[in-house]
């Protein structure tokens, strides 16, 4: 009987990659993870259950993704990279609930794959997220308002701290309010370069965001809402006032931001950084339809 690699030995996973002629792309952001710690507070935050299934978005060789299929009822992985799909066949072999996707997420319809996959069940999400595409991929998957119960992703450690930032912090922006408008983030443990093979120059944090029923504000106009917080944080130097009457996602008049502003009873030079979700949505409403 064959052996059973074991993908967290760094020396198993270098010669299964060599065995199929796997080199890393730096392009599409490859570090695998191999740390067994870390592993198991992604899978423990992902809070498995024999009812319920995950998705996985860059499953690499199929660390995280062997955890995901013996914890939960059924796992789905889409995976870009063509050289990965003979290496994920392999180590996901002995895996009857494990369906491999060999798709872009971003160019993927996820409400029409989840519905096919999960029957419209809600599902979790747990990745390590390329880093050059984490926020694309996890406004995508907020914003398709998918039943999705929480994610659990790696991310470099300054989107993590951005993800979480609180107002009036210099983490504080458009991602944060983003982030806090849908799910309720935490983080959940850090991973080291050494973590990964090959070791990323950055350091990496694991957060957990528990997607909220409903958004944390209501609003009267969503779109509206957020381009108010685009503009109120794309040039940080700029106050609140300027920032919102000169931005080009937003039609308002300086005067109308003032009266706003002290009906809120907020100062006209505060900055976006200082204002909460709750003025953020308040604001929005005022300043909604003028």
């Known amino acids: 009987m064959q052996h059973a690699i074991h993908l967290t030995h760094p020396s198993e996973l270098k010669a299964l990659l060599q065995r199929h002629g796997f080199s890393f792309s730096k392009s599409l952001g490859q570090n695998f993870l191999i740390d067994e710690g870390v592993l198991s507070r992604i899978v423990e935050a992902a809070n498995p259950s024999q009812d319920t299934c995950a998705l996985e978005i860059g499953p690499g060789a199929g660390t995280l993704t062997q955890q995901l299929a013996k914890n939960f009822k ?18 996901m072999a002995e895996f009857e609930n494990f369906t491999l996707i060999h798709k872009d997420v971003m160019e993927v319809e996820l409400k029409a794959l989840t ?13 390590n997220l390329p880093y050059y595409i984490t926020t694309p991929i996890v406004m995508n998957l907020l914003e398709s308002h998918l039943p ?3 994610m659990t992703l790696m991310v470099q450690k300054e989107v993590a701290e951005r993800m979480a930032a609180m107002p009036g912090s210099k983490n504080y922006g458009a991602l944060s309010v983003a982030v806090q408008y849908y799910t309720q983030p935490s983080i959940v443990c850090k991973a080291e370069p050494h973590c990964f093979l090959p070791q990323p120059k950055v350091a990496s944090t694991v957060i957990h965001l528990k997607v909220l029923s409903q958004p944390s504000v209501s609003v009267k106009d969503e779109k509206h809402f957020f381009k108010l917080v ?5 040039q940080r130097r700029k106050t609140l006032l300027n920032a919102l009457s000169k931005s080009p996602y937003l039609s308002v008049e300086k005067e109308k931001v003032e009266s706003a502003l002290a009906q809120m009873n907020l100062d006209s030079a ?11 949505a308040r604001l929005s409403d005022l300043l909604c339809g003028i």
């Open 74 to 91: 059924k796992a789905v992985a889409i995976e870009i990279d063509s050289a990965l799909i003979p290496i994920l066949e392999e180590t």
């Open 115 to 127: 519905e096919q996959e999960f029957g419209g069940a809600p599902f979790c999400v747990a990745a």
């Open 148 to 150: 999705v119960t929480d």
């Open 230 to 234: 685009k503009s109120a944080f794309g």
């Open 270 to 280: 505060i900055r976006g950084e200082r204002l909460s979700l709750e003025e953020f």
